[in-house]
Structures are given as C-alpha cells and as structure tokens.
C-alpha cells in the first residue's frame, strides 16, 4: 500500500463547475499538506498548503484537511479552462525539510 | 527572481551510453533536490543537497547514479550507463533555508525537468 493514495482520473468538468479532488495517506506523522499544479511539460507548483487539520481559502481554491479520516481535499471553484492540468497531493513531517511524499497526481480537463 | 533552470530540456540516448542532467537552483537556495518522475505518477527524491553536502541520498541507485554539488550551487546528475527503465522526467527543485513569502523553508520550487528517453 502506498503511503498516498490519489486517482489518477482523468477528471473532465465543463467550465464553472465545483471540482473536488482527494487524496488518502496512511501516515499519521503527517504534518504538513500541500497541493501542487503540473502543466504539461513543466514542473510542479506549490498551490497551497495547510498545517494540520482545518481548511484554507485561497480565491477559487479552498484546501481541507481531516486528520481523523486521514484524508485531504482541494476544491476549485468557478473552474475555468486554464485549471486544466496535474493537480499533485503532497505531505511531510512538519520537522522534515526533505522528505515530500507525493501523490500519483489527478488529471483534470475543465472543458469550455 | 529567476526560477530553477535545468538543461538540457529533453534528451534521447541509447542504452548503455552515459547522460548528464545540469540545474541551477533559485539564487540563495541552499538545499537542491534531485527527482524522477514516471509517467503518471508523482515525484520520487532521488538526492537532497544542503549546500554541497548530500544529506539524503538513500533513494539514489548507486550503481548507475551519481550527483555532485559543486560550491553549493549547481548541481550535475549523471546515468552511467543508462538502461532503459530510466527513461523518465529528471526534475531539480530548490528550498530556501528561512521562510519567504508565499511559502515555507519547506516549500520546493521546481524547474521545467529533463525528459529523458533511452532506446
């Protein structure tokens, strides 16, 4: 069992709609949660991140953290044809600076 | 501020011949992290520098594998000799070591990668 589980998708969504992805870990040590955002081609970018349980807002991206469940969540809302891409959850031990365990990424289309 | 640049950006050899993978990290970034991404699956450390000191090189397989870090900044991976399971993307990332704006010390600025392909 890997210690982060993500559906590869692909996910395809028309413009404006709410898209949920999730991500489950295994690891109770998890500390530290992060989404990043891969284009085609490029490298992944920090999105967001959150420090244990709770919820942040960033505009249209909303990131969530339940613990207990170990289970994370990024919503994007209002999605628009430029948040098509690799969307990658990432975790660490908040004393680690080295070890980002990432998911295999969720593939997201967001159609016109 | 100039991202992490790698180079060169795509690269297709034939097995058995070696390569090499050139990054220049963020300015001021002391760690510098080396990862392989396969198809459809996330990032995988291969190496993690703080400054010209491999901390964490646990992942990396020795055999074929080696990194160096010169003075602390660049940093050089090299396949000798590739098979043809390595074929995959070679990403370089760097770290501040104090928090900056938008992110942590522990937030990783990635570059573009090197796609590599052996035949």
């Known amino acids: 069992q890997k210690e982060v589980e993500q559906d590869p998708g692909p996910l395809s969504v028309p413009e404006g709609a709410i898209v949920s992805l999730n991500c489950t870990y295994s690891?109770?040590?998890?500390?530290?949660f992060m989404w990043y955002r891969q284009y085609s081609r490029k490298g992944p970018e920090l999105l967001m991140y959150?420090?244990?349980?709770g919820n942040k807002e960033d505009g249209r991206f909303t990131a969530q953290v339940d613990k207990s469940s170990k289970y994370i969540s990024l919503f994007i809302r209002d999605s628009q044809p430029s948040d098509s891409a690799t969307y990658l959850c990432?975790?660490?031990?908040?004393?680690?600076?080295?070890?980002?365990?990432f998911g295999s990424g969720t593939r997201l289309s967001i159609r016109p | 501020e100039a991202g992490v640049v790698q180079s060169p950006r795509y690269k297709i050899i034939e097995k058995k011949q070696p390569v090499a993978f050139w990054c220049n990290p963020i300015?001021?970034?002391?760690?510098l992290y080396w990862y392989l991404q396969n198809l459809g699956q996330g990032p995988e450390l291969l190496i993690r520098?703080?400054?010209?000191?491999?901390?964490?090189d646990s992942q990396l397989p020795k055999d074929r594998f080696s990194a160096e870090r010169l003075k602390g900044v660049d940093s050089t991976l090299k396949i000798q000799p590739a098979e043809l399971g390595d074929s995959a993307v070679y990403l370089c990332?760097?770290?501040?070591?104090?928090?900056?704006?938008?992110?942590?010390?522990?937030?990783?600025?990635f570059g573009p990668g090197t796609r590599l392909t052996v035949l």
């Open positions: 990332a760097s770290s501040p070591s104090s928090p900056t704006s938008g992110g942590t010390q522990y937030t990783q600025y």
């Open positions: 690891n109770s040590a998890f500390q530290y």
């Open positions: 959150t420090y244990s349980s």
């Open positions: 990432a975790m660490t031990w908040y004393s680690s600076a080295s070890k980002i365990i």
């Open positions: 300015s001021g970034h002391n760690t």
């Open positions: 520098y703080e400054n010209e000191e491999a901390v964490d």
